[in-house]
C-alpha cells in the first residue's frame, strides 16, 4: 500500500566535485506515490560509466552525485497502484528511471532511446528532485522501471547483468545476432566484454577474444569459454584472422581505430560499438563497402530486455564473475576500475556496508 509518511532520509556515498571523490552523504527520498517501488538497496554493481560521470569526463555532472545505476534490492513499500511487486520481493534497477512514455521509443519498449528519459543518477525528476543512484541505503522508483530478480539467483550476481548483461543481450537479439551457430569477436574483456562472451556462448556462437595484449588469453579461454583469442596488437595474427565473424561487439572505452575491427567481419557482418568515447571514431569507407558491412551503436536495454536478460541468464546458468568489496574501499574500486584492475566487474556490498564511516 502506498505511504503517507514524510520524505524518508537516505545515506549514499557521493561526488561533490569533478575530483570524483565519493564520501558519506545524506539526503530525502520522495514519498512512495501511487506507482512507485520503496527499495532496500542490497548490491549495486560499479560501472566504467560511474567514473566517467562522477569525474565530469562528459562534461554533463551535478553534485552532489551518488552512483550507481546495477541496483539490487529488497522491497520494503509498494504504492497503491503497484502490481507486479510487493514488500519482499527482491528486484532490480538499472540506468534509467523515468521516460515520456509517448514517444515512438516508448511505444516500441525501447525507452531508453526517448530524449526524455530520466537517468536513474546524474538527472532531475519533473519536479526538480536529483535523482541518486545506487550506491545508497534506499531508492524509490516508478514500478516501470523496476525487475523481479529470479528466484535462486544471488543478488549480487544478479547486479551487472542490469547493466553490463543487458548491453550485451540486445543488440545480439535486435540485430538479428541470436541464433545458434553465429561466429563473433568480443573486443575488450573487461564488465561488459566478460558477460559478452559468456552470453554469445550460451547462444551458440563460436566466440573470439580480441585483446590488445596477451595477457587475458588464458582467462578468455580456460576461464570464461572462449573458442579463441586475437592480440589486436599482432599485425599478422590480424590479418591471418580477416574475414570469418559475423559481428564484434566493441566493448572498448577509449578512442581506437575501427579498420582492423571491420576487416575481420565477413560479408554483411556487424560492428556493434558500446564504448562511450568523446573523440571522433575513423574508418576508410570501403572497408564497409567492399563486404557490405555496417557499424552500429547500442546503448544498454530496454526494461524488457533486462528481464529477458535475467530469464536467459537464469535459464542457462549465466553468471557474471564479481569482485564484492564494501562501500569503504569504493574509492579504491574506482580507482582500480579505471586501471582495468578487476575481473570483471566490482560489486558494492551496500546493505553488509557501514554508510556513514569515513
Known amino acids: 500500500m502506498g505511504s503517507d509518511a ?8 557521493a561526488a561533490r566535485d569533478a575530483g570524483g571523490r565519493l564520501s558519506p552523504y545524506s539526503y530525502t527520498l520522495r514519498k512512495t506515490g501511487a506507482e512507485d517501488v520503496a527499495i532496500k538497496v542490497l548490491y549495486c554493481g560499479v560501472c566504467h560509466t560511474d567514473i566517467h560521470q562522477a569525474k565530469n569526463h562528459l562534461g554533463m555532472s551535478k553534485y552532489p552525485m551518488v552512483p550507481g545505476h546495477e541496483v539490487v534490492g529488497e522491497v ?23 521516460c515520456c512514455r509517448q514517444c515512438r521509443p516508448c511505444k516500441s519498449s525501447n525507452e531508453q532511446y526517448c530524449s526524455k528519459k530520466i537517468w536513474s543518477y546524474n538527472d532531475v525528476y519533473p519536479d526538480g528532485k536529483p535523482t541518486q543512484g545506487g550506491f545508497s541505503s534506499a ?9 523481479k530478480i529470479p528466484a535462486g539467483m544471488a543478488p549480487e550476481q544478479a547486479a551487472p547483468l542490469l547493466c553490463a548483461g543487458v548491453t ?8 538479428g545476432l541470436a541464433a545458434p551457430g553465429l561466429r ?27 585483446s590488445s595484449s596477451g595477457r587475458k588469453r588464458a582467462e578468455a579461454v580456460d576461464r570464461l569459454g572462449a573458442d579463441a583469442f586475437l592480440v589486436s596488437s599482432d599485425a599478422a595474427a590480424m ?12 566493448t572498448v572505452p577509449a578512442h581506437h581505430p575501427l579498420g582492423p575491427y571491420l576487416a575481420l567481419l565477413g560479408l ?11 573523440q571522433p571514431l575513423s574508418f576508410a569507407s570501403p572497408a564497409l563497402m567492399l563486404g557490405r558491412r555496417s557499424i552500429a551503436g547500442s546503448f544498454v536495454g530496454s526494461v524488457e530486455e533486462a528481464e529477458e536478460t535475467l530469464a536467459f541468464c537464469a535459464a542457462r546458468g549465466v553468471t557474471s564473475q564479481v569482485e564484492v568489496v564494501e562501500m569503504g574501499y569504493v ?18 556490498d551496500v546493505a553488509g556496508s557501514n554508510l556513514g564511516g569515513a
Open 331 to 348: 574509492n579504491e574500486a574506482l580507482e582500480r576500475l579505471e586501471r582495468n584492475d578487476v575481473r570483471y566487474r566490482f560489486v558494492v
Open 76 to 98: 520494503e513499500e509498494v504504492g497503491a497502484e503497484v502490481t507486479k511487486f510487493r514488500a519482499g520481493d527482491v528486484v532490480g534497477v538499472g540506468l534509467i528511471v523515468g
Open 139 to 147: 531508492m524509490v522508483v516508478d514500478q516501470k522501471f523496476v525487475v
Open 6 to 13: 514524510s520524505e524518508r532520509t537516505a545515506v549514499g556515498w
Open 168 to 175: 550485451v543481450y540486445s543488440p545480439l537479439k535486435r540485430l
Open 184 to 210: 563473433g569477436g568480443i573486443l575488450g574483456l573487461g564488465g561488459v566484454g566478460h558477460m559478452g562472451v559468456k552470453i554469445a556462448k550460451a547462444m551458440g556462437h563460436h566466440v573470439t577474444v580480441i
Open 268 to 278: 554483411d557482418g556487424k560492428l556493434v560499438v558500446m564504448g562511450v568515447i568523446g
Open 239 to 250: 590479418a591471418a584472422a580477416a574475414g570469418p565473424l559475423d559481428y564484434v561487439i566493441d
